[in-house]
């Protein structure tokens, strides 16, 4: 419910997940938000939303970067640490 922990939950699954997990998690982030208010901020339309952020979906960076910025996200780049 802040954008804090909002960023600690994307970067958890960054670490621990794959693609679909992240999908997945932003969509619940999405949802929890409100899809009508990610539609708006994004441009799309609610369906658009819920069958890209949807499990097994396999949305195209343009859109999860929209909807990261719809959620107060951005993606950064570190290097890995051996």
Do not use: C, W
């Not at 670490?15 to 208010?37: F, P, Q, R, Y």
């Not at 499990?55 to 960076?61: E, R």
């Not at 909807?67 to 993606?75: D, E, N, P, S, T």
């Amino acid at each position: 419910d802040s954008e804090e922990m909002i960023a600690e939950y994307l970067n958890t699954v960054l670490e621990d997940g794959d693609s679909s997990d992240l999908i997945v998690a932003i969509g619940h982030i999405a949802k929890a938000i409100g899809m009508t208010k990610i539609a708006e901020k994004t441009g799309m339309s609610r369906p658009s939303l819920y069958k890209a952020l949807s499990d097994g979906a396999k949305p195209q960076f343009g859109t999860i970067m929209k909807v990261l910025k719809a959620i107060g996200g951005q993606i950064n780049v570190k290097p890995i640490s051996s």
